[in-house]
T-cell receptor
Framework: DQQVKQNSPSLSVQEGRISILNCDYTNSMFDYFLWYKKYPAEGPTFLISISSIKDKNEDGRFTVFLNKSAKHLSLHIVPSQPGDSAVYFC???????????FGKGTTLSVSS | DVKVTQSSRYLVKRTGEKVFLECVQD?????MFWYRQDPGLGLRLIYF???????EKGDIPEGYSVSREKKERFSLILESASTNQTSMYLC???????????FGDGTRLSIL
């Protein structure tokens, strides 16, 4: 049973527009959430995280929103750039904050 | 910057062989992890370690074992390789709980 779900396998966006990647989770014990970006033949790179005591966290062009009641988080990328084209993974952990549960990923394509 | 080094980028082994994948980190992180990534399945945790000689099973430990004799090195062992263990293997480290994990570039392992 998937505890972290990324229901959109792919997303296509034009350069300069907003990219919104979504993630749902089922385990109410999850306390810490992260987004990673992965290029082919490289390991995942940490992008941004949020703890359950917050509902928003920003870092430059990247903003993560957390809706605990809906068990939903989203990553907004504004403005999108062609270099953002990659696979994006959502991940979650419980209060111990060690083992991560990953979603299956969303492939983002940003066209110029 | 955190550096996580995996000993091989590509590896080809035969069914029944004992296979060792090595991971070394240079940042004195407490926690280390082994994942495998398969198309359509995201990243799945095999084993992790929170201290020297300590280990915990992840979601898919069957057919694998691990060794952590020194803090900076975490080894994944395939006791008797099988074709269904063909995958991308990713090592990660974490300073402590509720911190991001940092990944190596992965080892693409093919079992023939």
């Amino acid at each position: 049973d998937q505890q972290v779900k990324q229901n959109s396998p792919s997303l296509s966006v034009q350069e300069g527009r907003i990219s919104i990647l979504n993630c749902d989770y089922t385990n109410s014990m999850f306390d810490y959430f992260l987004w990673y970006k992965k290029y082919p033949a490289e390991g995942p790179t940490f992008l941004i995280s949020i703890s359950s005591i917050k509902d928003k966290n920003e870092d430059g062009r990247f903003t993560v929103f957390l809706n605990k009641s809906a068990k939903h988080l989203s990553l907004h990328i504004v403005p999108s750039q062609p270099g953002d084209s990659a696979v994006y993974f959502c991940a979650a952990s419980d209060q111990a904050g060690t083992a991560l549960i990953f979603g299956k990923g969303t492939t983002l394509s940003v066209s110029s | 910057d955190v550096k996580v080094t995996q000993s091989s980028r590509y590896l080809v082994k035969r069914t029944g062989e004992k296979v060792f994948l090595e991971c070394v980190q240079d940042m004195d992180h407490e926690n280390m992890f082994w994942y495998r990534q398969d198309p359509g399945l995201g990243l799945r945790l095999i084993y992790f370690s929170y201290d020297v000689k300590m280990k915990e099973k992840g979601d898919i430990p069957e057919g694998y074992s691990v060794s952590r004799e020194k803090k900076e090195r975490f080894s994944l062992i395939l006791e008797s390789a099988s074709t269904n263990q063909t995958s991308m293997y990713l090592c990660a480290t974490q300073f402590r709980g509720n911190q991001p994990q940092h990944f190596g570039d992965g080892t693409r392992l093919s079992i023939l």
